[in-house]
């Protein structure tokens, strides 16, 4: 078995066909596994959520109580069989919730995270290395264009957006919850 026999770039997004599931997939699936509650990750409209507990609330609370057929929380460490697969959540650090997911078939493990963060945050668990064959990442801000500041500068930048009437105060508080926890 190859790697891309376990998961495939389709156009719903990563497919698991011997799993059966699509990972934070881009349109409505039969069965999703969502690695955290961001927008451009977790999606309403799926058949089946499988998803950390604080990712389902979260995308509860965005989309509504129905915002998937069917849903099922999994802890980190936590295995389930899915099809042909092993299922396994691990802690990505990145935001509340926030999971590596570690897909095995037979003697190959891959590990999928939608987005990861090693650095100190005490909004979320901490990121864990997972040992495997192959790691699936977003690369967002991977380019070394995207340089993130010192977080006291980065609350200064948010403090004169909210003096200026840019930010609302909630918004506020939770960019300069997130800049302090970085």
């Known amino acids: 078995m190859r790697p891309q026999d376990i998961l495939i770039p389709v156009p719903a997004g990563l497919c698991c066909k011997p799993g059966g599931f699509h990972i934070d997939p881009v349109r409505p699936v039969e069965r999703a596994v969502i690695t955290h509650g961001h927008s451009d990750h977790a999606r309403a409209g799926h058949g089946a959520v499988l998803a950390t507990r604080e990712t389902l609330d979260i995308m509860r609370l965005r989309y509504g109580e129905n915002f998937a057929g069917t849903t099922q929380a999994i802890g980190y460490g936590e295995k389930i069989q899915l099809g042909d697969v092993t299922v396994k959540f691990h802690p990505a650090g990145h935001v509340l ?78 960019a300069k919850a997130k800049a302090l926890a970085t």
Do not use: N
């Open 97 to 174: 919730g926030s999971a590596q997911i570690a897909v095995s078939c037979k003697d190959i493990c891959i590990v999928a995270s939608g987005a990861y963060k090693d650095a100190r945050d005490p909004t979320c668990a901490p990121f864990e290395v997972v040992p495997c064959d192959v790691f699936i990442t977003e690369a967002t801000f991977g380019l070394p264009v995207f340089r993130h500041g010192d977080a006291a500068d980065e609350i200064d930048k948010l403090t004169k957006l909210r003096d200026a009437g840019t930010l609302t105060p909630d918004e506020f508080e939770a």
